[in-house]
């Protein structure tokens, strides 16, 4: 049994990382995608393109850029991860977990206790709050493995 | 023409009452659903159910239960306002405006242009962004009169 | 705010009743529907009709007119609430549950705490768990009056 | 032509595994797939995730886990078998068929005759009713190979 | 409860009426659809449309024209009954039954016993067989009043 | 049988009137929408938001406030008529064309013969082609009275 | 560019054959699927279930389990080809169009022009109505190759 | 990362071919797919389909081939390209925009900046606007490698 993983959310932390290395180790049959996640080369992701823009405008054509990367990702998915912060407003990776639940996919949510209740409309249309990329690659193995 | 609108996200000052009396006043039929704004009956909308929970819960009990009225409206509504407002997290609204985008039903922001920034995504998959409750009256104006 | 709301599941108590009295106290907006719940008359739904059948093809027969009402009337509402008693199998109760999480229909159950361990995967995809029928009419009086 | 089956219901016989040895031993091109089927790891799905839960709670948190899994495959599935054993509630079984009539994924059924009566509206949405693992067999081997 | 009921299918006997009038008899609250049923005028109904044709090409043109007024009704309708006479093709009945059957829209068929095998298909994607007006009049009485 | 027909397309004629008039004298009941025709209006719909734009932003603004009211109100009918006259691109017309195609909303075209061959590929989806807004009202009467 | 084409319909002639070979010779990319064309052994899919049957309900229970086979491969497919012969009713590849239709799946007929008329329904629908086979191979291999 | 790119539009330049240079030349996985490009035979693709034809008819018969093509290749696409050249109506590529909207396929237009008026519906929905090739092939570099 095979898993497409898509990990949404936060970008500041190594947190992909540790979940492919955890996945990896176990000899999981996943394959892990994500969104572009070097922040100032998603912020540019339109700049290449007219009209010339700043503010929101430039933010716009980026962020549009963006989504067909993302949204085309999220649908091939079997499963979404979606990471949560300490820090930043994050409202991409809500604006996900939303998608997610309206498409019917399947999602679970990676975050501190400290956010549980600002995060609870989004934990409760989740699958599974994971509070560590450990216990994120141990739903894998038992989703893939039993 | 007329118009169910549905007014989602931050509940600490009037806006959606604003956009209520500008509607009013402009003579337009548009009916506004909205969640439930009070914030002690929101989180408590689950307590009377078991088991008795506290923390995560307790806030899973009564977040599904709000789900029950908020993914209804949301659905039955011709058009959505997703509000952020200045404090707070707000991952509900983002989660709301996610919820639209999947299902292709259109949602206007309405929020601060000194959080055009992280509010980006959700912007670009909104039909407007509105920076007060009368641009949002306005936009209902033109919408069912032209 | 109106509701629907479809009661599905056991059919040797009047906990409908209970519901619909609690409702109607309550000053609630909501139109209750079911199932046919005359047990004899469910079971002889298609005897009018050819071929003349026992065992499996009767019931084959008498199902498949009894699901034109319930798949049409859990379709047509607003939320279901499927009642598990302490007796039978109830397969049709789980079958409606399942239907439900498929279509993205919100759906509570209401049962006794002596079965949360099988039901725990109908419970998993449901909106809430009440133990009583006054429970499930405090969820509609707060869904719908918040 | 080939095609994927998944085996869902009853954990307590080995109908899986005849399942699987009849369709090898006729030389199909199925896949088969199945939830998980060890009870007490089922039970156990989510007890490493927080927060530390008993009763309704625990039961909760592991059936999500288990709907990651169960879910996909499902959906993933070209045909769905479900099995009722002549003990325990199966609710999730049932459930599961609830879910393939809504999704219009077809299934069959596979239980004995005692119990045609109360399956009767999952009987009546199914594609088949097979009484033996050999039966379900020769399905598969008709519709692959005529 | 009231229903919705588009009846397809042969247009040579009166099958129509006499089921319109049982259901009236019996006081349910049905609204009955139905095609065009004047052969000529349904035949004719592209003419006044250009290019003028013959042969193939005025059956195209009148038969989309005609599709307009039956794929609207089918899709607004709660349930349909097909009619199948003793004469000729009525290729079309048989395609109604195919699209409802695709949109998971429930339907019953009304003929006589003599083309059961030929029928096989479309009775076995419908939810019931019925053999006279009066059997479909007695359906509908029992899915509206139980 | 009443219904509701979108018009879309050209703005420059009278061609709406011509068949609002025209329903109306045959006493159809029909009920028409439309987008905003008036062309000054439409393109500085979105003039009253930030930020203040010109050239393509100032379209693409003024072009998501329309089709907040054009997608409601196709998704809303039950016909749409498309039309193309004979200056301008009419990009939009071709465009709502394409939408109604993937969405199985039925709509007729309305053009002159001189444009036949680079509208084949929206004829071809369209369930009827109208040379004149006479035309189009046939089509009406005939769809709703046979 | 690989197509997946079923073929659907009469079982009498070797049309199928035609088909497949004239797709060879050409060096076209496409598998080609169909139902069991085997008369006697469709009429039996179900005769290894319970419980033995005869009549209506043989043919019920065979046709069902034909249709596991026939709607996974029709909704597999990329084109379906519906063939009518000059004898039998054939409602069966009637209903397959109609199905067809209803999903959005292209679907081409195949049957000689004396029998235009009876199926103006069915070929408004279809995407070409073909006289022979080799009109379907030269169809597939404008599709493939330009 | 691979991706399916369907090219629609205007067929007059090599703008198809410079993409797929510039794709190459960047090492990107990506299959490029397009509608028949050659028009004489885009226009005869129903001609020896009968009944022989001319004008609309022939018109007719030649798009609805065409379309087995490009409504399937559209579906399978990742992302389409709709591209507008300075001459002609185009209201195909207009067409196929607005196919794309409504499936919630993501599609990018290709245009000078001299048409962006007429163009607002249809810029207003994609998820990008490129003035040349190279851009195209900018997003789709950003697209699969970040």
Chains 1, 2, 3, 4, 5, 6, 7, 8 share one sequence.
């Not at 995608?33 to 100032?40: C, G, K, Q, R, Y």
């Not at 977990?97 to 399947?106: D, F, M, S, T, V």
Request: net charge negative; with cysteine.
């Amino acid at each position: 049994m095979s898993f497409t993983v898509y990990l949404s959310g936060e970008i500041h932390t190594d947190w992909r990382e540790e979940i492919r290395r955890g996945a990896e180790a176990a000899g999981l049959d996943v394959a892990f995608t994500a969104p572009v996640t070097d922040h100032d080369a998603s912020d540019a992701a339109g700049d290449h393109l007219g009209p010339q823009s700043e503010g929101f405008w430039r933010d716009h054509k980026s962020s549009k850029v963006n989504a067909i990367r993302t949204k085309t990702l999220i649908e091939q998915s079997d499963l979404v991860v979606v990471r949560f912060g300490d820090k930043y407003k994050q409202w991409n990776a809500a604006f996900d977990a939303g998608y997610c639940a309206a498409l019917g996919k399947p999602y679970v949510t990676l975050h501190g206790d400290d956010i549980v209740h600002p995060l609870k409309e989004v934990d409760a249309a989740a699958m599974a709050w994971a509070s560590t990329p450990a216990e994120v690659v141990e739903i894998l193995r038992y989703v893939l493995r039993g």
